[in-house]
């Protein structure tokens, strides 16, 4: 059954496909991940004017008939982020959030949440570029983990589900889910209590403060979790 797309979307990469096309992926508000054939974007680049550029909004339409390649109709910009591709900071802090999105998110399965938040870290770097320095990518890590199926859990051994002993510390292991009690044999990073009370709020939605050193721990954390469930190649 052929039918049209029409959908906000967030460009998220591009491989060559033959001598001329390129394949490329995007997060759309509607559809969740979508890969699209794009004819012709290596010898004239006026069809998808800018819009093969990261972090940018783009209004998308494709043609789908099932196929696993979409073919791409249209795709302008629509909500420009020059603040964000003119910082270097911001500019990987957005690159790193959009790989994530793109090993973590299934295809075809929409992921509405995902979008709202990825808008929401986007808009965020582009007022405030420092921003970028700090946790507004931890906390859409995490809430991406949380949305795919992967969530860290702060307040249980994620691998027999006791809950975890209210005021101490506990071992974190990222590959494993989060939290692993001393039965599961947990290794991994230690995190003191209050700390990991923060991070289950920022996880489920709320807001909650890191230092810069909690912030490196908790990068960490998201990373290793990301390169665990996903292809996304561990940081050399
Ligand atoms: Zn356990």
């Not at 490196?216 to 665990?228: E, H, Q």
Request: glycine share 10%.
């Amino acid at each position: 059954m052929r039918r049209t797309i029409e959908t906000e979307a967030l460009f998220l990469g591009a491989v060559p496909y033959g001598e001329t096309a390129v394949v490329a992926t995007w997060l759309t508000e509607r559809e969740g991940k979508l890969s699209t054939m794009v004819r012709g974007a290596r010898s004239s680049r006026r069809r998808v004017n800018g819009a093969l550029d990261y972090v940018h909004g783009v209004y998308l339409r494709a043609e789908d008939t099932g196929a696993e390649l979409l073919t791409l109709k249209e795709a302008v910009v629509r909500h420009v982020r020059l603040g964000v591709t003119g910082d270097l900071d911001a500019l990987a802090a957005a690159g790193t959030a959009l790989r994530w999105v793109r090993h973590a998110c299934p295809p075809r399965t929409p992921e509405p949440d995902v979008f709202q938040e990825l808008s929401v870290l986007l808009d965020d770097l582009e007022r405030q570029p420092s921003s970028a320095k700090g946790q507004g990518l931890l906390t859409f890590g995490l809430r991406l983990l949380r949305h795919v199926g992967y969530e860290l859990v702060f307040d249980r051994c994620a691998s027999c589900g006791r809950p975890r002993p209210p005021a101490r510390r506990a071992h974190v292991d990222a590959g494993r889910g989060g939290v692993i009690c001393r039965a599961c044999h947990g290794g991994g990073e230690v995190l003191a209590d209050d700390l990991l009370l923060r991070l289950a709020r920022i996880s489920s939605g709320e807001v909650a403060q890191l230092s810069r050193k909690e912030g490196d721990l908790v990068m960490r954390l998201v990373t290793r979790a990301m390169t665990s469930h996903t292809e996304l190649a561990p940081p050399r």
